[in-house]
């Protein structure tokens, strides 16, 4: 239509180019924790993660061996081997042996030591110390060099996050945890909510009207004002804070959203098929059971996946509910903002942890995607 | 007992009892109570029928009264009382509202509260817009919109890493690894900025996170509304010699303001509830404080009952003005 109006190319290119720079803006925080996940915390540190593409400069700190490793050449005490040990080479441009001074030698040259005798680094990081005495001190001489280093990725941190029995911040356990709350707080509220949308999409009775226009009402009710109610109750028939209280909790604050999309969905399906059915002599469950379920699949995949996002996400209700001063049952949502507190920092554990945490609901966002739209355009209030 | 087998047997018995009621409650209303058969058999199916979409909805009105509608009434009578120690309560009037208004916390909390109600629907509206507008106009449309569309599948706390590693701040002579102080030091700033510790300024820095969430919700709703303009309007509009720029503002925007209209309303719900990225980013120091954090504060921290459900009713308030809009048009779009 465009063209036939003979619009200008330039305002395509137009187009094209913010729609380009829209996308990028919205995925670069994304990609930048996605990345951050997969390199170490030196590479973190040393440069940001835009350049991990592409080899870079890095300043670090390395140590030459212990005394212990010395021998005796000559009547020179020598300690031979490798800056990098078991980290990958890279190129050594310049270097120095004290933090003042970083860049004060080439590679290839000798520099006198601090504490007597002298050292050669080589760009490979192959190094010699030197000394007319024997060497002491359990640790060896630091180094600091400026090296390229090229483009490295490790999953060793996704390893050390989820499967290390050792850490204790470890989110194995809270992975598990979360999804023992999501599953059962997806599934039971749809039932509950199927029959209830079926009453008010298609049967007749005073107050039909009045009950909508109360979920309606309902779907933005904050839920921040049945947080201390709630939990009152919870302790008053013996629940306390549990898997039990944070099921009903989402069960709860989950039906109104689950009845109102439902409902809409339900009204919408051909009213000759339920009406055949009725003058067939099917009773009402089996017209619910039969015919509404099976045809209301879209709407039931919708809502599923909301109150899936919604429960996998959610913080407040766990926070409230379900989370006691043991520990034992932590989320993954409230461990992240644990490690914020404590290891605001580490960004290889922090960003792995998150990214753990947002991985499964982008798999159900992006296999589910279509679902999803279906259930926000019906489930928007018009 | 492990949780993960505890779960399952809760969705057993939950589904099972679901299925279970409603199937037996159904059998016992059509065989025993009114059965369908004998002297009275149409009498009895019209009461049956009378009765039986209270059996339908029972347990979801149950649910709905318990855990939505109580808490209400429950939570505006505890901001009246204050707790007093042994498990009772005594009626205190306004003096929990009083307190509040006297603190300072307070005030902030609503002042950025306002700030937020004001800028995070409207950017986001603008935002999603302009994205449904433009991904609509080329083949890759579907890609883009996916991708803006994404961060609402991410959770706040997660999307609250993200962007802090997006605000992270270095020393001047370390290079920059949050990518807002690298662009800030590559176009000549002298110093990095701790962005989240500027009061006033890190209120927009939190918001953005929340525009960033809620782009995609609105894009998806205003493409959808756009789509359904009838393309003869605007094939009139071009046939009258509007510019682009016309047909949108002119001809498209006034078409979808009903949508555009709820897109606006629904952020605002999410803005006035809006509490992971506030507790997960700053926990309200440096005046970030809004009142979902302000209340959970109280609540839980404080564990001052009185003044915490005070605030969860200023909140209702706010609330309010939306939900009977919201009823209002409901009923009169049944009608």
Redesign the interface.
């Given at each position: 239509?465009?063209n036939?109006?003979g619009?200008k190319s330039s305002?395509?290119w137009a187009?094209?180019l913010?729609?380009v720079a829209?996308?990028l803006l919205?995925?670069?925080?994304?990609a930048?924790?996605f990345v951050?996940s997969f390199r170490t915390a030196d590479q973190?540190?040393?440069?940001?993660?835009?350049k991990s593409m592409v080899s870079s400069e890095q300043n670090l700190i390395l140590r030459t061996a212990p005394s212990a490793d010395q021998v005796e050449i000559d009547g020179k005490f020598v300690i031979e081997g490798n800056l990098f040990e078991d980290r990958k080479a890279s190129d050594i441009s310049v270097w120095g042996t004290t933090s003042k001074a970083i860049s004060d030698f080439k590679a290839g040259d000798t520099a006198p030591l601090r504490g007597g005798g002298s050292v050669t680094v080589l760009p490979n990081g192959d190094y010699k110390v030197e000394h007319s005495e024997a060497l002491t001190g359990k640790r060896g001489s630091r180094i600091f060099v400026t090296a390229t280093q090229d483009p490295e990725f490790t999953t060793g941190n996704y390893k050390n996050v989820l499967f290390n029995p050792g850490n204790r911040e470890g989110l194995g356990k809270a992975f598990?945890?979360t999804?023992?709350?999501t599953?059962?707080a997806t599934?039971?509220p749809i039932?509950?909510?199927a029959?209830?949308a079926?009453?008010?999409a298609w049967?007749?009775?005073p107050g039909?009207?009045l009950?909508?226009?109360?979920?309606?009402?309902?779907?933005?009710?904050?839920?921040?004002?049945?947080?201390?109610?709630?939990l009152?109750?919870h302790n008053q028939i013996g629940i306390g804070k549990g898997?039990?209280g944070v099921?009903?909790?989402h069960?709860?604050?989950g039906?109104?959203l689950a009845?109102y999309l439902l409902r809409n969905y339900m009204v919408g399906l051909p009213r000759d098929i339920i009406e055949n059915a009725r003058v067939d002599g099917a009773?009402?469950?089996q017209i619910?059971t039969k015919i509404i379920l099976p045809l209301s699949f879209p709407a039931l995949a919708s809502f599923a996946i909301f109150q899936f996002?919604w429960t996998?996400?959610?913080?407040?209700v766990s926070?409230?509910f379900l989370i006691d001063s043991t520990g034992e049952?932590t989320v993954m949502?409230k461990q992240?903002?644990e490690l914020?507190g404590t290891r605001?920092g580490n960004?290889e554990i922090?960003?792995t942890?998150?990214?753990v945490?947002?991985a499964v609901?982008?798999i159900?966002?992006?296999s589910m995607?279509k679902y999803?739209?279906r259930g926000?355009?019906a489930g928007?209030?018009? | 007992m492990h949780?993960?087998f505890?779960?399952l047997l809760?969705?057993i018995i939950?589904?099972g009892g679901?299925?279970s009621y409603?199937?037996f409650s159904?059998q016992f209303l059509?065989k025993v109570l009114f059965p369908a058969s004998g002297p009275n058999a149409g009498r009895n199916i019209n009461r049956a029928?009378?009765v039986?979409?209270?059996l339908?909805?029972f347990?979801?009105?149950a649910?709905?009264g318990?855990?939505?509608?109580?808490?209400?009434f429950?939570?505006m009578r505890?901001s009246l009382t204050e707790r007093l120690p042994g498990n009772r309560s005594q009626f205190v009037g306004l003096d929990n509202y009083k307190q509040m208004f006297s603190e300072p916390k307070f005030w902030e909390a609503l002042k950025n509260n306002m700030l937020w109600l004001l800028v995070v629907p409207a950017l986001s509206t603008a935002?999603g817009l302009?994205?449904a507008q433009?991904?609509d106009?080329?083949r890759w449309?579907n890609i883009?919109k996916?991708?803006?569309?994404?961060?609402?599948?991410?959770?706040?706390?997660?999307a609250?890493?993200?962007?802090?590693?997006?605000y992270?701040t270095?020393p001047i002579d370390?290079?920059?690894?949050?990518?807002l102080n690298?662009l800030y030091v590559f176009f000549g700033g002298t110093e990095p900025v701790t962005w989240l510790t500027i009061p006033f300024w890190n209120s927009f820095f939190l918001m953005a996170v929340l525009v960033?969430i809620q782009?995609g919700?609105a894009m998806?709703?205003l493409s959808?509304a756009l789509r359904g303009i009838p393309?003869e309007t605007?094939?009139a509009a071009?046939v009258d010699g509007a510019n682009?720029f016309q047909i949108f503002f002119k001809i498209k925007a006034p078409q979808i303001m009903?949508t555009i209209v709820?897109?606006w309303?629904?952020i605002t719900?999410v803005v006035?509830?809006v509490?992971?990225i506030v507790?997960?980013?700053t926990n309200g120091q440096w005046e970030t404080q809004v009142l979902?954090n302000y209340?959970?504060a109280k609540?839980?921290t404080a564990n001052d009952?009185g003044v915490?459900?005070a605030s969860?009713?200023i909140?209702?308030l706010l609330?309010m003005p939306?939900?009977v809009w919201?009823?209002y048009?409901?009923?009169k779009?049944?009608r």
């Open positions: 239509m465009d036939i109006a619009t305002l395509v187009v094209h913010s729609l829209l996308v919205w995925l670069f925080p994304t930048g924790l951050s973190i540190s040393g440069s940001g993660w835009w598990i945890n999804l023992t709350v599953i059962p599934i039971i039932l509950i909510a029959f209830a079926y009453a008010l049967m007749d009775f039909r009207a009950l909508i226009a109360f979920v309606v009402a309902l779907l933005v009710v904050p839920l921040q004002l049945a947080l201390i109610p709630l009152k109750f898997y039990i099921w009903l909790a069960t709860g604050f039906l109104p009845i009773t009402e469950f619910f996002l996998w996400n959610d913080l407040l926070l409230v049952t949502t992240i903002v914020l605001g960004w922090l960003a942890s998150a990214f945490s947002i609901p982008l159900v966002f992006f995607q999803l739209v926000l355009l928007s209030v018009k | 949780p993960a505890q779960g809760t969705i939950g589904v679901c299925i409603f199937y159904n059509d029928n009378i039986r979409p209270w339908f909805l347990p979801a009105l649910a709905l318990l855990y939505l509608a109580y808490p209400v429950e939570t505890l935002f302009l994205a433009l991904s106009r080329v449309g883009a996916s991708i803006i569309f994404m961060p609402m599948a991410i959770s706040f706390v997660g609250a890493v993200i962007w802090k590693l997006v992270d270095r370390q290079d920059q690894i949050g990518v690298a960033w782009t919700f998806v709703i959808a393309e605007i094939e071009i682009p009903g709820v897109v309303t629904t719900i006035l509830k509490f992971d507790y997960a980013m979902a209340m959970y609540m839980f009952w915490g459900s969860a009713m909140i209702m609330v939306i939900l919201n009823v048009n409901a009923r779009e049944m």
